[in-house]
């Protein structure tokens, strides 16, 4: 008798095991219950990266007869809003320039087009910048000064020679890139960010106060400006807003 409970004992603690290790390996691998890691993107946005040149940009576009809009559009473009490996630290290379600055170059891999459309993979040196404003004004240097053979090589992007920003992509498109729809995805990134707003003066400027419940659509209505421009104002990484978060507001 004593051996049969004893039996029985350890039965039931053998299965009381095994149930227990079943469903904790149900558990482990039941693709409903396991958690989503949590992945923080911490890239900035496209407006935030627009936010930290386009002040620079709009004075420079505005003395130099220059189209700040164009620039901070190929800024985008050319650097993938300051992400790539050429636009971002250390290099700072916003326009894809090539050569060297100020003896400062970095060897890197590139896509060129045909101007058919056909891609091909070559090395290339490009301009290493100290900054983004050194790039900035550098470019500027180069649209105005245009190249060794013709001096006014650029002179099609001036706002002095052309009816609006549109003109200035086109003539880009072929010149400054092989890309054959150059024009194209400048004049989208333009439109879609409302960058011609940099290409006049600042008019005014004020700031304002997050209310409890606000978001940035009911703000942008009450000051009758866009959500886009609200982000590159305030270099916002996200639609996110706190109760007294302090936002500026630009009209022009």
């Known amino acids: 008798m004593k051996y049969m409970l004893k039996f029985f004992k350890g ?69 993938q809003h300051g992400q790539s490996g050429l636009g971002s630290a250390p290099n700072y290379n916003l326009f894809g320039m090539k050569g060297n600055y100020q003896n400062s170059s970095v060897t890197l891999e590139t896509v060129e087009d045909d101007g058919s459309g056909k891609l091909s993979t070559v090395m290339a040196e490009f301009r290493k910048y100290p900054s983004y404003e050194a790039s900035m004004q550098d470019y500027v240097k180069l649209m105005r000064n245009g190249v060794s053979w013709n001096r006014d090589f650029y002179a099609g992007v001036f706002k002095s020679n052309t009816a609006s920003y549109t003109e200035a992509t086109k003539f880009l498109t072929g010149s400054y890139a092989t890309d054959s729809s150059y024009n194209e995805k400048l004049n989208t990134l333009i439109t879609k960010y409302d960058l011609q707003q940099y290409d006049s003066p600042l008019k005014d400027k004020k700031t304002i106060t997050v209310a409890d419940g606000d978001s940035l659509m009911q703000i942008a209505e009450v000051y009758n400006v866009k959500v886009t421009s609200i982000k590159q104002w305030n270099q916002l990484r996200s639609d996110r807003l706190e109760a007294g978060q302090q936002l500026n507001i630009y009209h022009y």
């Open 11 to 79: 039965l039931i603690v053998t299965v009381v095991v095994i149930c227990l290790s079943f469903f904790m390996v149900t558990q482990l691998f039941n693709p409903s219950e396991m958690e989503e890691p949590i992945v923080i993107d911490d890239r900035p946005s496209v407006e935030e990266f627009i936010g930290t040149i386009a002040e620079t940009a709009r004075d420079l576009g505005a003395q130099n007869d220059l189209y700040a809009s164009v620039m901070i559009a190929q800024a985008i473009l050319e650097s």
